[in-house]
C-alpha cells in the first residue's frame, strides 16, 4: 500500500472526530508535501526519505508546519502497523530532528493590585453604543 493510500483510509477513520475543514486541510498538506517525497509503498520508505521531506518544507520557514506534518506521517504509519502493512513507525524516529518554532511571550499582569485595577475597570466599563441601521 502506497502513503497517500494510507493517509486516505486513516484520514477516513478520523473524519468523524474531525471537522471536514480540517481532514481536507491535512489531505492537501499531505498530497503536496508528502507525496513528491514519498511516492513508495509504506513498507520501503526509510527515515531519511521522511526527513529530506521535512526539510523541504522547514526551508520555506514553516516551522509549525513541519511538526504538523511529522505528526502525521507517524499517526498514517501508525494506522499502517496497525493494518499489517508496515513494521515501523520511521516518522516517531525524527523527533528531535526538526527546528522549533523560537517562542514568543505575551504580556502579562503579574502584580496582585494590577490584577485588581484591571477587574475594577472591566466592572466599571459600560460598553460600546451598538447602532443597527436598517437600509
Not at 516551522?63 to 516517531?92: I, M, W
Not at 523527533?95 to 523560537?102: D, E, Q, S, V
Amino acid at each position: 500500500m502506497r502513503f497517500d493510500d494510507a493517509g486516505n483510509l486513516g484520514q477516513g477513520r478520523q473524519a468523524v472526530a474531525l471537522y471536514g475543514f480540517e481532514v481536507s486541510q491535512k489531505k492537501m498538506r499531505t498530497r503536496r508535501d508528502c507525496q513528491a517525497g514519498l511516492d513508495c509503498g509504506l513498507a520501503e520508505i526509510q527515515p531519511i526519505e521522511i526527513l529530506n521531506v521535512l526539510r523541504y518544507v522547514e526551508r520555506k520557514g514553516n516551522l509549525e508546519t513541519t511538526h504538523r506534518l511529522r505528526l502525521f506521517c507517524s499517526r498514517v504509519f501508525k494506522y499502517g502497523v496497525c493494518t499489517a502493512r508496515n513494521q515501523t513507525d520511521p516518522a516517531a524516529l525524527l523527533t528531535g530532528a526538526l527546528r522549533t518554532p523560537k517562542t514568543k511571550h505575551h504580556a502579562a499582569i503579574l502584580d496582585p493590585a494590577g490584577v485588581g485595577a484591571l477587574l475594577r475597570a472591566l466592572d466599571a466599563f459600560d460598553g460600546f453604543q451598538a447602532r443597527l441601521e436598517r437600509p
